[in-house]
């Protein structure tokens, strides 16, 4: 199908650098600087499903422009540059439509391409039912919801979650449900979330892959602070939104868009008010999330608690994140032999993270006997650096060695994914000879701490 054009109000220093990012992806970039203009060119074409406001420059007039967007039987998304001071004006942090979205300088025409071309996607692409969840048909299109659909009620989240599964659609061709992957260590500090974060923009800005990453955390996560995104409106907050209103949203509704691309959902903003996180609720959502992305990542929380193990049970792949140090190697093992008993141990893969510590990689993958499929050397300033910017490193320093490592991690993930592939499998050692690398690993370590 032809792609859509997309109505920009930018300088024109930025529209420039936008509009060559936009025809990369196929989209046409057209300047408008009034709201009469704007009124026009929707009048004139049917293919305008998006626009850029900048309301850091001039913001009355992109109140303007925002209302001829919404005239009438009009519903054009719109993507608008924002000041953080005006961001109560027009009663936006997810009470505005919930297609819309913020960004504020500095950016990078890249970035914006990439939110752009998800917002386009959800424009283009809709199925029928989903015009009874609030989500735009393309203009133009004859497409109407079915009877059935048309009848269903606005708080139908379970119906939509034991539905049988269905193609997702990207670009009008059949795309095959999304993987979800869970990163997880029941010790802390490992590095689950640095390596969430990067594995995932690493899929979606390197490998074309359209990710959700999830913050499954409701006590310690930070994804969001690490990202930059400053309030993100959470899963918790929508639900209890949506019992009020007796409105449905999916989770790619609620998600925020990050400069990277990634969709990025908050479990809940306070570990004090998740009551409404019903385990296999949440399973159910995110299960339902899968004809919507690629990749799902879960950063989760270290413990046994019920949502982890609902969530567990929906895992196509869990990563173990280890790094060479005992305690953590403890965690692993003692890991490894629950998922026995969860029956999830044949979904078990390790990455090595800060392998460059100097006990050997071999040894680890030994003793904790799942198979390694990646190594990540140790930077943590860069993380860090990247962090204080709202970035991953992927995003923030592309040319870095460690995010060789993480795309190496991103490859092998995908490449495992495809079908007729198996992941490696490591022999499963006796209890005795897990004991002798054990004494054997712990012994080096000692020597290497005195």
Known sequence: MPRSAVAISLPPAEFNAVRDNL????????????????????????????????GETDFDRTLEMYAVLRDGDRNVPALMLMPPRALGRMGLGGRADARDEYFTRPYSAESLRWRV???????ENVPAEAATHGTLLSRGSSEAPTAEVATQSADSAALEAAAPPRQGMI????????????????????????????TGS???????QRVLLVDCDTITGHIAASLGLQQPRTLANAWRDNAITGMFESVEQIASIHSSGIGVLVMAES???TEILEPQRVADAIMAARDSYDWI?????????????????????????V??????????????????????????????????SGVAAGDVERVVAIPAIARIRS????????????????????????????????????????????APRSSYPSRNRITDTFRGLFDRIATQVS
């Open 379 to 422: 930077a943590g300033m860069l993380f860090v650096r990247a962090a204080d910017e709202g970035k991953s490193a992927v995003e923030r320093f592309p040319t870095a060695k460690v995010v060789g490592d993480i795309d190496i991690l991103a490859d092998r993930l995908i490449n495992a994914a495809e079908p007729g592939s198996t």
């Open 271 to 273: 570990p004090l008010h």
């Open 171 to 198: 670009g009008g061709a059949a795309r095959k449900r999304g993987r979800i992957l869970i990163v997880f260590n029941p010790k802390g500090g490992v590095g689950k979330t640095t390596i969430s974060i990067n």
């Open 23 to 54: 025809a990369e992806a196929g989209y046409e970039a057209i300047p408008v600087e009034s709201a009469d203009e704007l009124e026009q060119l929707l009048t004139d074409r049917a293919d305008v499903n998006c626009a850029i406001l900048d």
């Open 202 to 208: 690493a899929m979606q800005m390197h490998k074309g």
């Open 117 to 123: 071309e998800a917002m386009l996607i959800r424009v």
């Open 323 to 356: 790094t060479p140090d005992v305690p953590c190697i403890r965690a692993a093992v003692q890991f490894r032999e629950l998922a026995v008993e969860l029956e999830i141990r044949d979904r078990l893969v390790m990455v090595i993270n800060r392998a460059n």
């Open 297 to 321: 990542i879960l950063d989760m929380h270290p413990d046994y608690g019920p949502l982890n193990q609902a969530l567990f049970d929906q895992a196509d792949t869990i990563l173990v994140p």
